[in-house]
């Protein structure tokens, strides 16, 4: 009997008395296992082999899990350095207690994501307070990183840990689990009989080259046979991030709704962003708690001088025969400071305002989907940044109902059809209200968005005389309800599950 080169040295590395893995085989024959895997197929189609297969499971600590064992979870370095700050008697600064926990960059934002949610504490205004009765050492996370730290791929059933922790630490990225088809090989009574009788090695080639077409030897050569269920290296290529897919289908959408796009500064002026939509300057949005102001320039330089008068006048005396204003201070200095954009609402006010492409007659309807920036707490409908879906539309004699329409066709695009409204207040809109849709998987409520027909406040000082109707919406909460997401940190952020983007498949 003649088989080829590779098939021989499976046969004579495996036994019948005990069956041996594919890791096994390749380490004795010195072939890659990718090489044996398809010997050992070929070989059971020749009944020489019986072939079995098992999945193991195995789990091992990723490096930042690795790191924590020896600094300490994030979260309960926090919370030991707001102990030794006093924060379980009164509140401390929270700038304090990480500058003494002596934590940086993306750490800062995983201490603080996890410090509450594990009951450590409390933050609030910018203020930590410390749970004297919590007990870092029966932190489940923390005492299965040490349960961990000396298992190196160990069999998931081999380890104490609860599933539920895993899966915790799975989401973090402190923990890689991995699935891996295990196939092992034993000789059949045909085998042994062969391997007795003797077998001879042929010569196959397994690679058609130019050396064997140029010289005709090919029509001589016996070529191997292509084992299409061998198993083959996964490589795991690069692709468009779903957020950006589901972005530029949002995009899509709008075109196809008649509206064209809106660009913009990420960095702004206070008076574009806020000051322009009748945002009173002693709003609590617009302390230093809320926004993200910059170091360096401080100020914008330019400002267009009668718009700026307008708006002082529209906040201090209030438009038309029964406005009042704010009756506050207002001050251009304040109005002309720099921040990162906590709404791309600061984009409307410059289309509307004639600035940024000239006067605009009604009726035009406008959107953009950018990135906005606030300084909220972490959680799983929260990020410091995220997307906004902007949208206006500029007519005579728009009301609620045709807002709500927009909406619903808008939503239908995406399979979306339980959209409902809550009355809300914003400085900038009356009336105003909320929208919130339903969660596939969990059938909660999901606030995602806000919107209302601009005030008289803020249209009169940009020149515009006729309503105009408008929104913001979130573009990871349509995520949520799109795919199912229970928590937007795993598809945007530090500690995005790598996994679920890769296999979630983008719908359309």
């Not at 699935?179 to 092992?184: A, C, D, G, I, Q």
């Not at 339903?438 to 005030?455: A, K, M």
């Amino acid at each position: 009997m003649q088989l080829p080169a590779q098939q021989v040295a499976v046969l004579e590395a495996a036994t019948a008395d005990e069956a041996t893995s594919v890791d096994a085989l390749a380490a004795a024959t010195e072939l890659p296992p990718e090489t044996v895997t398809g010997a050992v197929f070929e070989l059971e189609d020749e009944g020489l082999l019986a072939v079995s297969e098992r999945v193991d499971e195995t789990v091992a600590l990723t490096d930042e899990g690795r790191e924590y064992v020896t600094d300490g979870l994030p979260e309960v370095r926090l919370y030991e350095a707001a102990l030794e700050a006093g924060a379980d008697a009164d509140p401390v600064s929270m700038g304090q207690v990480i500058g003494a926990s002596g934590l940086e960059g993306g750490a800062v934002d995983i201490a603080l994501s996890n410090y509450a949610r594990k009951g450590y504490g409390v933050i609030d205004s910018g203020e930590i307070t410390a749970d004297p009765d919590a007990d870092p050492d029966a932190d489940a996370e923390a005492t299965a990183l040490e349960e961990l730290a000396d298992a190196d791929d160990a069999p998931v059933d081999s380890v104490d840990v609860d599933s539920e922790t895993l899966e915790s630490l799975e989401r973090r990225g402190l923990l890689d689990r991995r699935e891996s088809t295990v196939r092992e090989a034993t000789l059949t009574e045909r085998a042994v009989t062969e391997l007795m009788a003797g077998i001879e090695t042929a010569e196959t080639v397994g690679q058609v080259t130019p050396e064997l077409l140029t010289s005709g030897e090919w029509e001589d050569v016996e070529f191997s046979e292509y084992n299409v269920e061998a198993d083959a290296e996964q490589f795991d290529g690069g692709k468009v991030h779903i957020l950006r897919q589901t972005s530029e289908r949002v995009k899509d959408v709008l075109v196809g709704m008649g509206f064209q796009e809106m660009e913009g500064p990420h960095v702004d002026a206070d008076f574009w962003i806020n000051d322009c939509l009748f945002m009173p300057q002693d709003h609590p949005a617009r302390t230093h708690w809320d926004r993200f102001a910059l170091e360096q320039p401080t100020h914008i330089d330019e400002l267009p001088d009668d718009l700026v008068d307008r708006v002082e006048r529209a906040h201090k005396e209030g438009v038309g025969e029964d406005g009042e204003g704010y009756h506050s201070p207002w001050d251009e200095d304040f109005a002309r400071a720099l921040a990162l954009r906590g709404h791309t609402t600061s984009l409307s006010t410059r289309y509307l305002s004639g600035e940024e492409i000239g006067d605009l007659e009604p009726p035009q309807r406008y959107f953009s989907v950018e990135k906005v920036y606030r300084n909220d707490t972490l959680d799983p409908t929260h990020l410091l940044e995220f997307f906004q879906i902007e949208g206006w539309v500029m007519a005579e004699d728009l009301s609620v109902r045709d807002l709500m329409g927009t909406f619903e066709e808008f939503y239908a695009q995406f399979g979306i059809e339980d959209i409902r409204f809550k009355p809300h207040y914003n400085p900038y809109t009356e009336p105003s209200f909320e929208l919130f849709g339903t969660h596939p998987t969990t059938g909660e409520l999901v606030e995602i968005g806000n919107s209302g027909i601009f005030r008289e406040e803020m249209l009169e000082p940009l020149g515009v005389e006729c309503d105009v109707m408008a929104w913001g919406l979130a573009l990871e909460r349509l995520l949520m309800l799109m795919y199912g997401f229970e928590d937007i940190r795993d598809i945007h952020g530090t500690l995005c599950d790598l996994e679920l983007l890769r296999e979630t498949e983008v719908t359309y």
